[in-house]
């Protein structure tokens, strides 16, 4: 619980006392762990995905608070339940036997990190040896991440913005190209590359897997996010480029209020390209299904008891 005292396990810093009653920071958890949802998922690049599914936790709360969230319900608007650590062991382990599910994937997590570290001790200390999942912002600070290591097999962070003022008026954080930076070279000093690249028949067991989603108007905030990660790690480093997104609230910013047309993706791909990135998971946008014709498979609702529309294969 230390941690949570004086909390500055993201770099919000906010130094609040969460372990005391019901203060809360940036991300508006307390100290009392909070989950949506806990189950397989399959909507993941393939060598997460695998064949039996990736086996993801859902945290309520969030420490970077993007407004174009897909998972708006939980980063934001606090849905989700209290538990305790026995009856989340239990569940997950539930669905490590029950799914075979290939890692245990933490969405979101770095707010209850402690909660995280405790948890994949007990498991390891049950006896599940398969990969640790860290699925993060990328807005993560290099101290935090050192008490990770230990704990963690493969980290999925976002890398959002190379353009400081769509960071700072999207996500409230002008830092966050430098801080997200200096956090995924932490990972990959310490995993390297994802291990797996080619299919879901091998998953990946550990590494880093750096994922891009591409903003609807602002093209050139990916351009340079390549870029930039080419310039840092060049061009082995496997890349996710994303083009789900999907409005999920009415914003000010008309960009915001469509799908990603394909002319932006196809820039942002070529680029790629031409960068010369060797491992790329892509998503191309006449192959995303439209939220228009029915529920987006990518925009969960954690109201259901299956929030995901991608197919489950059980
Ligand atoms: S985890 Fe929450 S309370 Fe702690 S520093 Fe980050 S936003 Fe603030």
Redesign the pocket.
């Given at each position: 619980m230390d941690l949570?005292r004086e909390?500055?396990?993201?770099?919000?810093?906010?130094?609040?006392d969460?372990a005391s009653g019901s203060n809360?920071?940036?991300?508006?958890?307390s100290a009392q762990l909070r989950v949506a949802y806990v189950g397989p998922h399959f909507g993941e690049e393939p060598p997460i995905t695998g064949t039996r599914g990736s086996g993801t936790i859902f945290f309520t709360?969030c420490?970077l608070r993007c407004s174009f969230c897909q998972n708006r319900q939980i980063s934001q608007n606090g849905l989700g339940v209290a538990v305790n650590m026995e009856d989340l062991l239990e569940s997950v382990e539930s669905m490590i036997v029950k799914k075979g599910v290939h890692n245990v994937n933490f969405v979101t997590p770095?707010?209850?990190?402690p909660h995280v570290f405790d948890l994949i001790s007990k498991l390891r200390t049950r006896g599940h040896s398969l990969p640790m999942l860290l699925n993060l912002s990328g807005y993560q600070s290099v101290p935090s991440l050192k008490l990770a290591h230990a704990f963690t097999d493969i980290y999925l962070p976002d890398f959002k913005y190379s353009d400081k003022d769509l960071a700072a008026t999207l996500s409230g954080c002008r830092d966050y190209p430098d801080v997200a930076l200096s956090a995924i070279r932490e990972m990959v000093d310490c995993k390297g590359f994802l291990n797996s690249l080619e299919n879901d028949t091998s998953p990946a067991t550990s590494g880093v897997l750096v994922r891009h989603l591409i903003l609807p108007g602002y093209v050139k905030n990916s351009l340079d996010a390549l870029t930039t990660l080419f310039l840092e790690f060049g061009s082995s480093l496997p890349l996710s480029i994303m083009s789900q997104y999907c409005p999920v609230i009415r914003h000010d910013d008309e960009r915001l209020n469509r799908r990603l047309g394909k002319d932006e993706f196809d820039l942002v791909y070529m680029h790629a390209l031409d960068l010369g990135f060797e491992h790329l998971f892509v998503q191309i946008p006449e192959e995303v299904p439209s939220a228009d014709a029915g529920r987006s498979p990518f925009v969960p609702d954690f109201r259901l008891d299956r929030p995901f529309a991608v197919p489950s294969k059980d």
């Open positions: 949570f909390c500055v396990l993201c770099p919000r810093a906010c130094a609040v969460r809360k920071g940036f991300c508006k958890e709360g420490s770095d707010h209850f990190f």
